[in-house]
Nanobody
Framework: VQLQASGGGLVQTGGSLRLSCAAS????????MAWFRQAPGKEREFVAA????????YSANSVKGRFTISRDIAKNTMYLQMNSLKPDDTAVYYC???????????????WGQGTQVTVSS
């Protein structure tokens, strides 16, 4: 499975962006998908995830109420609607496929190339 992330850009504080992550290649049958981000000099951190079959979502406390994760099953595409953006949200955002809880720390396998989000103050 190949993942293609897009939609990043430069936005002012309080602005919005919508990221997309399209999955292609062999039949997509993962448990779900997730978004991570990595800011300069910091470790990669979890942002949000969604279960593909039932659409159950969960997200980091830092983005709750501002970011919404969703998916389009027919298009094999995941989205991240980001509102009320802050300079602290500046990072490269990556998408990944999620093999599910039984895989523990190795649940996230395929990774997209990342898309840059920059929020100016």
């Amino acid at each position: 499975v190949q993942l293609q992330a897009s939609g990043g850009g430069l936005v002012q504080t309080g602005g919005s962006l919508r990221l997309s992550c399209a999955a292609s290649g062999r039949t997509f049958s993962s448990f779900g998908m997730a978004w991570f981000r990595q800011a300069p000099g910091k470790e990669r951190e979890f942002v949000a995830a969604i279960s593909w079959s039932d659409g159950i979502t969960y997200s980091a406390n830092s983005v709750k109420g501002r970011f919404t994760i969703s998916r389009d099953i027919a298009k094999n595409t995941m989205y991240l609607q980001m509102n009320s953006l802050k300079p602290d949200d500046t990072a490269v955002y990556y998408c990944a496929t999620d093999r599910g809880p039984p895989y523990g720390s190795k649940r996230y396998d395929n990774w997209g190339q990342g898309t840059q989000v920059t929020v100016s103050s």
